[in-house]
């Protein structure tokens, strides 16, 4: 999967966590509100494709008090990313504690899985306190693309995930599907949805050229792009799981969101270069327009995925 620069995600993290769907996150943090959570039985969050660890500081708050997240990412940059601005958003505990409150046994299992299969490695792991929780946080680097059937197979109360299931492959998404056995939630998943204003005749036909881009293979094969939210609603409907879906627009404007506007632009137009479907001059006039933006309107939806007991 291609990477994604640090200042890219720290561009889009204050709106990613404003546009979640509060409905449904309220609906998560009901779900696990009677969960007795210890420091040694902690409440186990898995988060795929973690970045530089936004997904964990838009939902620490609304989880029991005592946490254990393993953060996924193949890019040991954004890892070490991750682990820094954590300890910086958080007050890291002391060496002697996190020593005693990193070591489970789910944790051991897994790397130990991991370990013979040559592929975990990444930043040292950390223990912090955020508020009233006691968060301890493992760092692993993998290829999710071969091995998420091997990660699945620890025992997490959560797998979640962020801006993330669109750049995968059907097929992956089956894969997980299949070995998903415990409570799921993601968001912020692209929805095909754009509206740029103020419009241009030509929008529809530069959006249509995005699409053929965001379905080229990002490292898991055809990527699964809009259509990211249905492949796994049917996926985990056919494993027995209940859904429920609310929408998550990212809606941009105003001159704190200016950076964000202007680089989605820029990004969005560099994506339909590379498909060689529109003529250079009409993208010319499409990107032109980002010195005129008033505001821009991104879709997503956010999925929560459980079994009935």
């Known amino acids: ?15 990613d966590h404003r546009s979640r769907n509060l409905e449904l996150q309220s609906k998560v943090a009901q779900c696990f509100s009677n969960h007795i959570a210890r420091l040694d039985q902690p409440f186990r969050v898995l988060d795929l494709g973690c970045g530089t660890g936004s997904n964990l500081r838009a939902m620490a708050n609304s989880l029991p008090d005592f946490q254990h997240w393993i953060l996924v990412d193949y890019d040991i940059d954004l890892l070490h990313s991750a682990r820094q601005s954590l300890g910086e958003w958080g007050a890291i505990q002391a060496d002697e504690v996190a020593l005693q409150t990193h070591h489970s046994d789910d944790a051991e299992f897994l790397f130990s899985l991991l370990k013979s299969r040559q592929q975990h490695d990444g930043p040292e792991p950390l223990t912090i306190n955020y508020l009233d ?13 071969l091995d998420i059937e091997v990660l699945l197979r620890a025992r997490y109360d959560l797998v979640t995930a962020a801006a993330f299931f669109d750049l995968v492959s059907e097929n992956w998404i089956k894969r997980f599907c299949e070995n998903l056995e415990t409570n799921f939630y993601t968001t912020l998943t692209y929805n095909g949805t754009e509206q740029w204003l103020p419009t241009l005749s030509i929008d529809q036909e530069v959006l249509a050229a ?6 080229s293979d990002k490292g898991f094969g055809v990527a699964a792009g809009p259509q990211a939210t249905q492949m796994l609603m049917d996926h985990l409907h056919a494993n027995q799981f209940t859904l429920e879906k609310g929408s998550s627009p990212w809606i941009l404007s105003g001159l704190s969101d200016r950076s964000l506007i202007e680089s989605l632009a820029l990004g969005s137009a560099e994506a339909v ?33 459980y079994k009935k007991t």
Request: hydrophobic residues 35%; charged residues 30%.
């Open 1 to 15: 999967m291609p990477g994604f620069s640090q200042e890219w995600l720290s561009l889009r993290e204050p709106v």
């Open 133 to 145: 929780k006691t968060i301890q946080i493992h760092f692993c680097r993998l290829d999710l693309h």
């Open 210 to 215: 995005f699409h053929k881009d965001q379905l």
């Open 273 to 305: 270069r590379r498909t060689r479907t529109v003529d250079e001059s009409v993208l010319k006039q499409w990107a032109d327009r980002n010195h005129n933006l008033e505001q821009c309107e991104i879709g997503h939806w956010d999925l929560w995925a």
